[in-house]
């Protein structure tokens, strides 16, 4: 069980329409690889996060699957075309069933 | 290398001259044009005139993220960017919970972290009633021991680094302001003795690097002038926060010497001076450093 998970999310406010904006998001995780072992010699059970999706009202920006020898504290950006005002929806699914969701409102003018 | 050439120019008044003819425009930079803005609101004062204990000594004194490379000074100046918030929204959550004995958080006396925004700028303090001086840390733990009925944090660990780091970005931007005077004299000058004092087999005082050798390569890296005013930092070797103790145990330890323990009575006297060399400069931690 991750302790201390906390997403963050940086989406600029506002945009003209079809421009495209960076999106920056980082949660905080441990990312147990499942490769380590503890000093008793017992392996550390593996502990990620293994999913990360995007959405902009409700259509796919990114899914992402994420593996083992991801680091610590996950960090993605990549670039949205903002075709309207809407609503950003990130998703992060942990190993252990786990799901945090953050949201981001952004106007377009 | 511009970063190299900059301090190296900016700082060895003499030796300008010559090298002038190969550095050229760099020198400008240094403090000149440079300046850091952490989240495009907070202004840190990176350089500034020394505090009148170190007239003579220095000319100017810089913040250690003047000594870094332009990609590490970025990550500095966006909180989103800096991965020691992290570890200060960690403490967030631990200043809100209740613990020990009393049935009290860091919240029941302090409301809430931006409430110690003056904390980080004048400690370490003489504390009237314990008749020592008191950092952060130790602060830190008296509240959890005498107010709390808490079991303390250990001096360098997880949790105080963190807790450490909280208390020092609510206060960031603040202009460091440790007194030297009156009761805490006497251990001011312990530590200043400390400072020029020579350790280890290769006899070495703080002062010989950070003082007479600042801006110049201590192998692959840049001396700074030892400020601790952007402690605790983020370091890149370790990817984790680092405290003032665990800096000054590090450095003593690279002169082969014995050192002192993190949290003994000899490193809060030394921390308390080199925050003074500090007086004028900003709070920054947690800051990024190599």
Redesign the interface.
């Known amino acids: 069980m991750a302790e201390?998970v906390?997403p963050?999310v940086?989406v600029p406010r506002e945009a003209s329409a079809g421009e495209t904006v960076s999106i920056?998001t980082?949660i905080?995780h441990p990312m147990e690889s499942g490769q380590r072992r503890d000093s008793d010699g017992n392996v550390i059970p593996r502990s990620i996060i293994n999913r990360f999706v995007c959405t902009f009202n409700g259509e796919t920006v990114v899914d992402v699957t994420i593996e083992p020898s991801v680091s610590?504290?996950p960090y993605f950006q990549f670039d949205a075309v903002v075709p309207e005002s809407g609503t950003f929806t990130f998703i992060w699914y942990d190993d252990d069933g786990s799901v945090y969701e953050e949201t981001a409102d952004i106007a377009v003018n | 290398m511009v970063t190299i050439k900059k301090n190296r120019l900016g700082l060895m008044g003499g030796a300008a001259v010559a090298a002038l003819a190969f550095a050229g425009t760099a020198m400008a930079d240094i403090g000149d044009n440079e300046s850091l803005v952490v989240n495009g609101e907070i202004e840190m004062v990176i350089e500034t005139d020394p505090p009148e204990h170190l007239q003579g000594v220095f000319d100017r004194i810089y913040s250690g993220w003047v000594f870094r490379s332009d990609e590490t000074q970025a990550m500095q100046a966006d909180d989103f960017e800096n991965p020691g918030m992290i570890f200060a929204d960690q403490a967030r959550e631990a200043f809100d919970t209740v613990m020990g004995s009393e049935g009290n958080s860091c919240a029941t006396c302090h409301e809430n972290p931006e409430s110690l925004a003056d904390v980080r700028s004048t400690y370490p303090v003489w504390d009237e009633e314990h008749g020592t001086v008191q950092t952060v840390e130790l602060q830190v733990n008296e509240c959890m021991t005498e107010r709390m009925g808490a079991e303390p944090y250990g001096y360098d660990s997880q949790e105080m680094r963190n807790m450490s780091a909280l208390i020092s970005s609510v206060g960031r931007g603040r202009i460091i302001n440790v007194a030297m005077d009156g009761p805490a004299q006497e251990t001011w000058e312990q530590g200043r003795e400390i400072y020029y004092t020579r350790y280890g087999l290769l006899e070495l005082s703080c002062a010989n690097c950070h003082e007479q050798n600042y801006g110049n390569n201590i192998r692959a890296d840049h001396l700074s002038q030892g400020q601790i005013n952007a402690f605790p930092a983020y370091r890149l070797r370790n990817a984790q926060l680092n405290s003032v103790h665990g800096r000054f145990r590090g450095c003593i330890r690279d002169t082969r010497a014995e050192t002192f323990a993190v949290g003994s009575p000899e490193f809060v006297a030394l921390e308390l001076y080199v925050a003074t060399r500090g007086n004028g400069l900003t709070v920054e931690g947690p800051s990024i450093r190599n």
């Open positions: 201390n906390t963050r940086r920056r980082l905080s610590t504290n």
